[in-house]
């Protein structure tokens, strides 16, 4: 039987999803829940492997086993070994011809930007930070070049694995919220550091250190030397993992993000 699981997790305090031997990831705390509800060792594929302290509002992942239990027995019975930064939000069981990476035809993230003079420690983790003004306008228009299917190579990280750097970018959107700007990225897939890095570069562009036309230039490059740094995990979200809708997976839990009336 294979089992498919919505997950959220608080990234702040882990290295990221994929397990690791020295130090904690969530796929390793998820595991060893896993073992300790069902007595066997339960070995997970993730959709998306986030990054150390990014998190995630809709993380999916899926497991086979021999054990029959009811979906709400997994929710709540995984729940009961985790810690208060992971939690199942819905079980399903699913065919075999599902799969959690594979099978995705798209992902959402999204970024949430304090901007401020002064750094607030309400927000360390949850939010990234500028201390800055920041020109929304001039990074809207640089987004806009990166909409469609392009090489994404001067985004992406030298450990990327990806077999390949052209990714299919369907939207970037970026909206003033008060003291936040808030960006949403969606794409078929995307690469190792992509967000962080296509993030450097707007809050460049931002600052008004580049043009946005910028954006074109840096894409066209094809070289992770001309990008800006990468910018920090802490405000960024793996909202939404799109799947064929003959799963009839749930929808993730979107409420529960902070700021979700932005996207509402």
């Given at each position: 039987m294979r089992i498919a699981l919505g997950l959220q997790y608080d990234g702040s305090a882990f290295y990221g999803w994929q397990s690791q031997s020295d130090v904690k990831t969530v796929q390793d705390e998820l595991e060893r829940a896993l073992k300790g509800f069902a007595t066997v060792r339960l070995p997970t594929v993730v959709a998306g492997r986030t990054d150390t302290g990014v998190h995630a509002l809709g993380q999916v992942i899926h497991f086979d086993t021999d054990l029959n239990r009811e979906p709400f027995s997994w929710v709540r019975g995984v729940n009961a070994f985790l810690p208060p930064t992971i939690a199942i939000q819905w079980s399903k069981p699913v065919s075999e011809a599902f799969h959690?990476?594979?099978?995705?035809?798209?992902?959402?993230?999204?970024?949430?930007?304090y901007v401020h003079p002064v750094?607030?420690?309400?927000?360390?983790?949850?939010?990234?930070?500028?201390?800055?003004?920041?020109?929304?306008?001039?990074?809207?228009?640089?987004?806009?070049?990166?909409?469609?299917?392009?090489?994404?190579?001067?985004?992406?990280?030298?450990?990327?694995?990806?077999?390949?750097?052209?990714?299919?970018?369907?939207?970037?959107?970026?909206?003033?919220?008060?003291?936040?700007?808030?960006?949403?990225?969606?794409?078929?897939?995307?690469?190792?550091?992509?967000?962080?890095?296509?993030?450097?570069?707007?809050?460049?562009?931002?600052?008004?250190?580049?043009?946005?036309?910028?954006?074109?230039?840096?894409?066209?490059?094809?070289d992770r030397r001309a990008a800006s740094p990468t910018f920090m995990p802490d405000g960024l979200y793996l909202a939404k993992v799109g799947y064929p809708a003959e799963y009839e997976l749930p929808e993730p839990n979107l409420k529960s993000y902070p700021w979700s009336e932005v996207w509402s």
């Open positions: 959690a990476r594979f099978g995705a035809f798209e992902r959402t993230y999204y970024y949430v930007l750094r607030s420690p309400m927000l360390v983790g949850r939010a990234g930070w500028v201390y800055m003004p920041l020109d929304v306008e001039a990074m809207r228009a640089a987004a806009a070049h990166w909409v469609g299917a392009h090489d994404f190579t001067s985004f992406r990280s030298s450990e990327c694995q990806a077999k390949t750097p052209i990714k299919h970018m369907r939207q970037i959107d970026v909206e003033a919220h008060g003291a936040f700007i808030h960006f949403r990225f969606r794409a078929n897939a995307f690469l190792h550091h992509m967000v962080r890095n296509l993030m450097g570069c707007l809050i460049t562009i931002g600052r008004g250190r580049q043009p946005p036309e910028w954006a074109v230039e840096v894409l066209a490059a094809r």
